[in-house]
């Protein structure tokens, strides 16, 4: 069964961190790039990070700030967060390149004081 499990969301205070996982199964995770997106209450769904073989790449509104990386023993790709902002609320999402249809449950992801 292919599945995407998003964690590690939760309330962080602005200028907080959170590091959110993806584990991956049913499909051969090492043969895919990844990538995680957000969506915010009321906006579409955004692109925010992506994990190629040639390399990772974020948006520009989160540059610096964000990394993400993968672990292909584990089926997992992360998203390391730093210096959070109120602007990055969202339920935030992973998915393969190219896209699975179905999504994960996503993950909230909370800035607030």
């Known amino acids: 069964q292919v599945q995407l499990v998003e964690s590690g969301g939760g309330l962080v205070q602005p200028g907080g961190s959170l590091r959110l996982s993806c584990a991956a199964s049913?499909?051969?995770?090492?043969?895919?790039?990844m990538s995680w997106y957000r969506q915010a209450p009321g906006k579409q769904r955004e692109w925010v990070a992506r994990?190629?073989?040639?390399?990772?790449y974020v948006t520009d509104a989160v540059k610096g700030r964000f990394t993400i990386s993968r672990d292909n023993a584990k089926k997992t790709v992360y998203l390391q967060m730093n210096g959070l902002k109120p602007e990055d609320t969202a339920v935030y999402y992973c998915?393969?390149?190219?896209?699975?249809?179905?999504w994960g449950q996503g993950t909230q992801v909370t800035v607030s004081s």
């Open positions: 049913g499909f051969i995770f090492s043969m895919f790039a």
């Open positions: 994990i190629d073989a040639s390399g990772t």
């Open positions: 998915n393969r390149i190219p896209p699975l249809n179905s």
